[in-house]
């Protein structure tokens, strides 16, 4: 599954929330399917799967306001909180009834919250690398919590650095000059570099914590899928919240790093459509 230009990733419709402008995509046939991008990434990351995916579903990208092609403004905020709210507001303003949902790292808080405090349902939930369970965030995110506003005066060309190797940790293989230029890109500049250490600096564990108790509470299908050799977030996760999901299956994609969608993206897009295949006939 090889990499697309930056033009075949641009979301071509855009909403406004509260402020906020929403920028997003629709395309494909078949039942709703929404995916959900995770830090610091945006919908650009699901990009060549969701093409492969929109043979038999209507697929909706969207990048959460503070990323991608979503607005950046310093007054917003860009909490797993707010990011639930919009993502509930979201699926009443596209309309959709129970759709079927995928979501990547914080995208899972978001995807849980939803579903859990906002009378979101969903016609199924795969679960990829998740932040779901406290303890989550880095040294760097501690690092970055305590100092955002100094590192926000960081010379460019360090900052794009310093968000280089962030990302490159996150990959259990080489990525490519423009699968890294793609990650890396919308933190760069006068609005992206401040957005990158801010929404660093907006995420807490309470998010997650609030809604943990809960997750044996959903009753749609579940499935978990995860990069044994995840370096950010574990697998030993994975197997945490399939027990407290019990009635959710588990993939584990060996060698698979954070970067999922990089590191086995053929291995990624064939469990995904076996999984949404089960849950569609």
Not at 63 to 83: C, H, I, N, W
Request: proline share 6%; hydrophobic share 45%; with cysteine.
């Amino acid at each position: 599954m090889g990499s697309e230009s930056a033009s075949a990733r641009v979301l071509r419709r855009s909403l406004t929330w509260r402020g906020r402008t929403v920028a997003w995509d629709r395309f494909g046939d078949g039942p709703p399917l929404v995916l959900l991008h995770g830090t610091p990434w945006s919908s650009a990351l699901w990009r060549p799967i969701a093409n492969a995916l929109a043979r038999d579903f209507t697929v909706h990208l969207w990048d959460m306001p503070g990323f991608g092609y979503s607005s950046k403004r310093p007054e917003d905020a860009v909490d797993l909180g707010t990011q639930g709210e919009l993502f509930a507001d979201l699926l009443m303003e596209w309309g959709l009834d129970r759709p079927h949902v995928v979501a990547h790292d914080i995208g899972g808080a978001v995807a849980l919250r939803a579903r859990l405090l906002h009378d979101v349902r969903y016609a199924s939930l795969c679960l990829v690398d998740v932040v779901a369970l406290s303890p989550w965030g880095s040294d760097f995110f501690t690092l970055v919590q305590q100092h955002a506003d100094v590192l926000e005066q960081l010379p460019p060309a360090v900052h794009r650095g310093a968000v280089e190797a962030y990302v490159r940790g996150a990959a259990s293989r080489s990525l490519r000059d423009d699968d890294l230029a793609m990650l890396v890109d919308p933190w760069t500049g006068d609005l992206g570099q401040p957005a990158f250490y801010r929404q660093i600096a907006q995420a807490d564990e309470r998010h997650t914590d609030e809604v943990e108790p809960r997750y044996g509470d959903i009753d749609e299908p579940v499935h978990v899928v995860w990069g044994s050799a995840d370096a950010w977030i574990p697998v030993d996760r994975a197997h945490r919240l399939v027990e407290l999901m019990p009635h959710a299956g588990l993939t584990v994609l060996d060698g698979a790093g954070h970067l999922v969608q990089l590191d086995a993206p053929e291995a990624l897009a064939a469990d995904l459509t076996r999984w949404l295949g089960s849950v569609t006939r």
